[in-house]
């Protein structure tokens, strides 16, 4: 765990509380899945009931709440910005390096990185990345 577990705290008298920190969960790719548009309207439709598990067992568990979450256009419609010797180039497509398709992501407020971790099972089966998003206010 990089950052904070769940705590319970007492303070001068003040009730408990419990801590937890974001985590950006990304979509990085589609690992074992097939590309979704090869995807017949079955399978589509059983894929996007994982996601409705998925947004239901974090409703479910406590301490958990998805902040944010979204899907992502392929990467055909990306635009990538890079700056070089202070000036700035703006290039039709995906960051090059990336060879993964991004698919979406969400934003989850969770206990622990287990916690996050168990929920992803429920997801389809995609190449995901977990990171703390950290707390710099």
Known sequence: ?????????????????????????????Y????????LTPDEQEAGMAQHVAFDEACAARPGVEIVSAEALGDGSTAT??????GSMTVTDGPFA???EQIGGYY??????????IDL??????YDIDIRPV???G
Do not use: H
Request: overall charge negative; proline content about 8%.
């Open 1 to 29: 765990m990089l950052r904070v577990m769940l705590v319970s705290a007492t303070v001068a008298g003040n009730e408990p509380r419990s801590l937890t920190m974001k985590y950006f969960v990304l979509l990085a790719g």
């Open 31 to 38: 690992g074992e899945m097939p590309d979704w548009d090869t």
């Open 80 to 85: 990538t910005l890079r700056t070089r010797d």
């Open 97 to 99: 390096e990336a060879a």
């Open 107 to 116: 934003l989850l407020d969770a206990p622990d990185l287990d916690t996050v």
């Open 120 to 125: 992803c099972r429920i997801l389809p089966a």
């Open 134 to 136: 950290p707390d710099l």
